[in-house]
């Protein structure tokens, strides 16, 4: 167990050296990259903070990322853990129960955050756990409102358990998050200056707008494409079955919007780790030269509208168009291949008819 001495004296970067970084790897959601930026500063000032007697002046920070899949809700916390260098750990909410239940007792999240600090306490007690799929935890029993009705172990109970987490307070994890059931490898861990982000779809809530339907009359352009967020409120999450204590500790809360195709285009060759740059790279160990015209990247840009996948999906595409050159690129040293739309078009449809999905 390591346990090195915890500085107090650590450099803060601004909310715009947060924002700039942000801005190289994750294209558009310019108000959650800002949003964001400004939490994780606040948060280092917090952690920075002298507190008398234990108690401090400023409350967490921690974060509610709302928006559809494929937005970049994982990408911004992941490059956000990776700009301040902290240990960061991706949870999957719906895999926790109440204590006392199967499952995943809620104090094993914040034990895998330590594995990945690699055992580190103090570097785990700075770390960043990133909360998914928080809307599946909401509550499921409306009887459950007045105390009523069955135990809700799998929603109600997970948020309960947060709470104290959520909160800051000192709670014992386990050391093996294989053997989270063990009950006697513990290790006390603080979550006070641990950031936490929540994120959910939140599907349900049809929270965006067709802006096709919106663009009309003078100054409509036409080119419009894509989703239009409406302001989520503080009754609709509540009415959707979050507790009202669990969103009091998640007071940082954005929208993400759905991203239209030029947002798509500039994930897939902009930023330095894009999907082009990835198989480009990986090819060129091969001797081979790859190349997408503007076609084909405009071909994978409207398969993803098409599929409603948003940027999660991109690296499959990419993958299967790439198929059969990965297969053949150890024999073709040397040569320069061109992916035109065309060709694009043909395997992406052939990949969709493979999946029984060739309407999407």
């Known amino acids: 167990m390591k346990t090195s001495p915890r500085s107090t004296s650590l450099a803060i970067p601004t909310p715009r050296q947060v924002y700039d970084y942000l801005n190289r790897y994750v294209i558009g959601q310019d108000r959650a990259k800002r949003t964001v930026a400004i939490a994780a500063y606040n948060h280092l000032k917090r952690c920075n903070q002298k507190a008398p007697g234990g108690k401090r002046l400023i409350k967490k920070s921690n974060v509610l990322l709302i928006g559809p899949t494929g937005s970049g809700k994982t990408h911004i916390a992941r490059t956000l853990a990776e700009f301040l260098e902290v240990p960061f750990t991706v949870a999957d909410a719906t895999e926790y129960t109440e204590a006392g239940y199967y499952g995943k007792d809620v104090e094993v999240l914040v034990g895998e955050l330590l594995h990945q600090a690699d055992q580190d306490v103090a570097l785990a007690q700075r770390g960043i756990v990133f909360i998914d799929e928080v809307d599946k935890i909401a509550r499921r029993s409306q009887g459950a409102r007045t105390g009523a009705g069955s135990r809700d172990i799998g929603g109600e109970g997970v948020q309960q358990g947060l709470l104290k987490i959520l909160e800051g307070r000192e709670i014992f994890v386990p050391l093996n998050v294989t053997q989270h059931w063990n009950k006697h490898d513990f290790v006390a861990i603080d979550t006070q200056d641990i950031l936490f982000i929540a994120a959910g779809t939140f599907s349900d809530l049809r929270l965006y707008d067709d802006a096709k339907s919106r663009a009309v009359g003078f100054g409509s352009g036409g080119e419009q494409t894509g989703k239009v967020s409406r302001p989520i409120t503080e009754k609709q999450l509540l009415d959707y079955g979050l507790l009202a204590e669990f969103l009091g500790r998640l007071p940082v ?66 993958e299967e168009i790439c198929h059969e050159i990965m297969f053949e690129a150890p024999e073709r040293r040397g040569d320069t291949i061109v992916i035109d739309g065309k060709t694009a078009a043909r395997r992406l449809e052939a990949f969709a008819e493979a999946a029984g999905d060739s309407e999407g």
């Open 253 to 318: 809360r954005v929208q993400l919007d759905q991203l239209a195709e030029p947002e798509l285009m500039r994930i897939l060759t902009v930023p330095p780790d894009s999907v082009i740059r990835e198989y480009q790279a990986l090819l060129k160990m091969d001797g081979v030269d790859l190349q997408f015209s503007e076609d084909a990247l405009r071909e994978i840009v409207r398969f993803s509208v098409r599929k409603h996948t948003g940027a999660r999906s991109l690296r499959t595409f990419v």
